[in-house]
């Protein structure tokens, strides 16, 4: 079991998601025929048949609102797959999305970004053990190496 915990995506966050989203569009649901876009909603990936929906998602807007902080111009937004309905969330806890290479990267608590570090498929507590070792870093996002999509939010345990 890890020390760390994926967050996935808060059931009123994907709410107002599936609504509008953080780019102001309605999004449009569709049929996943293939299965495999990595869901934020349950952290894990869709199967054949389901109903997903792509957004686009500002990962820092909520958390600073939430203490405060001003992220200026990294309240970034880019697009993340979610289910088009509401679903029970993420089955366990831990981390997901460890079959490829992430780059963890690590912001301050007023919303700057502090660096990042690419690590290799299978990483796990000791990656993120060395994020969080800079007592400036308040949270940390798993990013996909290839579009640099938000994955997920990691906290201090």
Known sequence: MSTYTARALAPEVLAELRATDDAGRVPVPERDEEGGAPLRCCLRHSRAGERTV?????????????TGADPGPY?????????AEECAGPEGDGLAFT???????????????????LVEEGFGDAELAKAFDDPAVALVHVRAVEYGCFYYEVRRP
């Open 54 to 66: 792509l957004v686009s998602y500002a990962p820092l807007r909520r958390w600073a609102a939430a």
């Open 99 to 117: 079959n490829a290479r992430r780059v963890l990267r690590r912001y301050s608590a007023d919303g700057r970004i502090l660096g990042g570090e």
């Open 75 to 83: 309240d970034e937004q880019g697009p993340v797959f979610v289910h």
